[in-house]
């Protein structure tokens, strides 16, 4: 008698967008949507309160999210359908910051204070909550952008892949500073600097999956740098290898500010957006030399697009217009480099960060 092998369909993998907005009059600061990746459309899920969320980021083993608000940082933990549960709330001792990470090992949060150019490192509990201030640091100095008054601005604040240096990034002096990190104490050390081109302004920085390379986007110069990345017995070390620009060659930067920064699933993929010129590039990923080849740089139907996402499957994007209210969806296809608007905009106030997680 023969027996026939049973094949059962696998469930398809389900993703949801948290996307955070500031509040001003309302009291919505958190957006929750399910994502359908063949369409490459959201579907509203789930609202949260929360005061002016400028930033949100999740935890590297998915189960928690943090969020900038006016009174510090809030934590929630993730439940099985993607909405989220608020679990606490701690201070940051300073004013409202504007980015927030993790290490790889979830055991500290990091925030990056543009107003008073602050570093802040807190406990992360077993539970996920946020506990205590480890670790304080302020940056100093005169830098050299009249329009940002001379002062130092810290914009994003990441660990090196490796889990052994944090990389600020100070948009006002032209730098991002390399601190190395004690994990069982918190404490932070100042150990290198990276040297950016002058009037540039360092947004962010982001590294590959790989851990061997690093990119770092400029506000001003609407540009991104690439750099490698080395660690030889405690000694950081960044080469700049190379740049490419945001925009396309025959744009004048002037009036523009080069906003997010965001990789596909897989790396392969690297994603900008532009203000002013309210326009995403999308560039493919060398893996092997770090190198970024440009691909397209096309407008996104928005005003400011504040942040940008790919959808899973690589084949659909998003852009968050904070100016003009709304959420545009472009089908992307990288035989023709083109994106193509997919469907109507969606509403949403003051948009500032959408993130995309699997469930």
């Known amino acids: 008698m023969s027996t026939e092998t049973v094949k059962t369909k696998e469930k ?3 993703f949801v967008a948290y996307v955070s907005t500031y509040t001003r009059n309302a009291e919505i600061g958190i957006y929750i949507y399910d994502i359908d990746v063949k369409k490459g459309r959201f579907t509203e899920k789930d609202k949260v309160k929360i005061t002016n969320s400028s930033y949100i980021t999740l935890s590297h083993n998915g189960k928690y999210l943090y969020a900038i608000t006016d009174l510090g940082v809030e934590s929630y933990k993730i439940k099985a ?24 090992e979830d055991k500290y949060l990091f925030v990056a204070g ?32 009249i329009e940002r008054a001379f002062l130092p601005h810290v914009t994003c604040v990441k660990m090196t892949r490796d889990n052994k240096y944090l990389c600020a990034c100070d948009s006002g002096m032209d730098q991002v500073k390399v601190y190395e990190f004690d994990s069982e104490t918190g404490k932070l050390k100042f150990k290198d600097m990276i040297h950016c081109d ?36 405690g000694v950081p070390d960044f080469e700049r290898i190379g740049s490419v620009s945001t925009v396309n060659e025959d744009y004048k930067t002037s009036g523009s ?9 897989d790396h392969k993929l690297l994603m900008a ?5 309210n326009s995403v590039t999308i560039y493919k990923v060398n893996d092997r030399t770090g190198m970024l080849d440009k691909r397209l740089c096309l407008p996104v139907s928005g005003d400011y697009p504040k942040d940008v996402a790919f959808f899973p499957d690589c084949k659909h994007i998003v852009s968050i217009n904070h ?30 960060c959408v993130l995309v997680n699997k469930l």
């Open 323 to 352: 100016e003009s209210d709304t959420m545009s969806f472009f089908n992307l296809d990288l035989k023709k480099d083109i994106i193509v608007l997919n469907g109507p905009f969606m509403k949403l106030p003051s948009g500032n």
């Open 257 to 265: 500010i080069a906003c997010a920064m965001k990789f596909s699933f």
């Open 12 to 14: 398809p993998d389900k």
């Open 273 to 277: 957006s532009v203000a002013g010129s």
């Open 81 to 104: 359908d993607g909405t989220l549960v608020n679990t606490g709330t701690a201070s940051i001792n300073g004013m409202r910051g504007c980015y927030l990470s993790s290490d790889y």
């Open 114 to 145: 543009y107003h008073d150019a602050k570093v802040t490192v807190l406990k992360i509990n077993d539970d996920g909550t946020v506990g205590a201030i480890t670790d304080e640091i302020y940056s100093s100095g005169l830098g050299s952008i």
């Open 198 to 233: 002058q009037h540039s302004a360092p947004r962010y920085i982001k590294f590959h999956k790989n851990g061997k390379f690093a990119y770092v986007i400029h506000e001003v110069a609407c540009k991104i740098d690439i750099y490698s990345y080395t660690d030889e017995k």
